[in-house]
């Protein structure tokens, strides 16, 4: 099928279109070339060195050193950026670990401080084990524990 443009100016018809990876002929740059995927393994010239194709070669050069010393200058602030991101992403997950152990530290706490009570309060059916007459607090724990779902403390 033979590719032909668009009359409208916008794209082409009979072919897809889209955006592939080249090397330019001229100063073997890569660049994001965009046209029919039929035409995409032929050589190509990036679009800055489309304009100085036809220059002399000393100006050629020229433009290149200075397209490489900003290409260069580019990628070095994406490395920082992508270094900042994952000082970053690592410093959350730092400090996403240590408020995980405080809250298990502070559970384990709890955990015994409510097992230390209820210990002290172990019913034989009639009376408590901390000799108060009439405790209530291992009924409490019973009723606490069943109306949160839970069948026993250590659950």
């Known amino acids: 099928m033979t590719i ?14 889209g955006q592939f990876p080249a090397t330019c002929m001229c100063c073997h740059f890569e660049f994001a070339w ?3 995927a039929a035409r995409r393994d032929e050589p190509h010239t990036c679009p800055p060195c489309e304009a100085h194709t036809r220059g002399p070669q000393p ?42 152990a405080a809250a298990l530290q502070s559970r384990s706490r709890a955990r015994f401080i409510l097992d230390w009570v209820r210990d ?22 019973s009723e606490a524990y069943g109306a949160a779902g839970h069948s026993d403390l250590r659950d």
């Open 4 to 17: 032909k443009q668009n009359p409208y100016g916008v794209g082409y018809s009979g072919e897809t279109v």
């Open 34 to 36: 965009t046209g029919p």
């Open 59 to 100: 100006e050629r050069d020229r433009e290149h050193a200075k397209r490489a010393v900003d290409l260069l200058r580019r990628a070095r602030d994406m490395a920082r950026s992508a270094k900042a991101a994952e000082k970053w992403a690592l410093d959350k997950a730092r400090e996403a670990g240590r408020q995980t």
């Open 120 to 141: 002290r309060h172990v019913t034989d059916g009639r009376s408590c084990a901390c000799g108060v007459r009439g405790c209530t607090v291992a009924g409490d724990f």
